[in-house]
């Protein structure tokens, strides 16, 4: 059984640029939550997709936005991308009714330069 | 809203020694916790939860955590620690409710294991 799988691993964009990251939750999960980890800090919560719409959002801006599929796998887009959008980002899955119960996967390492 | 504190930054134990690491909250009613380690490189993994009941829960790979609710603390402890041990270690709670899952982690804890 797979796990939370994420892609690409690494990722070097330059300011302005548009990135999407994309998660594939584990098998059974219907919900995949983003988080960004900047260097030397805890994850921060970017907000959760479920039954492909948002279903709840932390303090980031319109720039990050999301999308989930049918399959309940996720992308992560960021627009007009600043030099402090570089984090490892991170997605996390779970299922409804058991919405602790995360598994994390391995991350996105985003560096904008 | 809730808040997580990890006051040390860094920690290092010899390995073999006994281990503590010390996570405080703010949250208006006793919240979901958590304890997490992250590898190099690696995501986060889950080594023990606190939802209700016992106050002291087990977790994997030998770690403890005790819910105290007078001093809104969770401290991790070890009695052993193995240099395997070397990561950093992440506190977290979650609002009970209709909060979904979503996490509030502290800056986490660095652990070194001297041989």
């Known amino acids: 059984d797979a796990g939370v799988t994420q892609s690409p691993t690494h990722l070097i964009k330059t300011r302005g640029q548009q990135v999407t990251l994309r998660c594939s939750p584990k098998s059974g999960h219907d919900t995949v939550s983003w988080y960004q980890q900047a260097l030397g800090q805890g994850p921060q919560f970017i907000f959760q997709?479920?039954?492909?719409?948002?279903?709840q959002r932390g303090n980031f801006p319109d720039r990050f936005s999301g999308h989930q599929f049918p399959n309940y796998s996720s992308e992560l887009n960021v627009n007009a991308l600043l030099l402090g959008d570089s984090a490892l980002y991170l997605c996390a899955s779970s299922k409804t009714g058991d919405s602790y119960e995360q598994y994390f996967g391995p991350g996105t390492r985003l560096t904008v330069t | 809203a809730q808040s997580v504190t990890q006051p040390d930054i860094h920690i290092t134990v010899s390995e073999g020694a006994s281990l503590e690491l010390r996570c405080n909250y703010s949250?208006?009613?006793?919240?979901?916790l958590f304890w997490y380690v992250q590898s190099p490189g690696q995501g986060l993994q889950l080594l023990l939860k606190y939802f209700s009941g016992d106050t002291l829960v087990q977790g994997i790979k030998g770690f403890e955590a005790e819910f105290k609710r007078s001093q809104s603390s969770f401290n991790l402890r070890k009695p052993s620690v193995h240099w395997s041990d070397a990561a950093e270690y992440f506190c977290a709670v979650g609002a009970r409710g209709t909060s979904y899952g979503k996490l509030t982690f502290g800056q986490g804890t660095i652990l070194t294991v001297h041989p």
């Open positions: 949250y208006g009613a006793t919240p979901y």
């Open positions: 997709y479920y039954e492909e719409e948002e279903r």
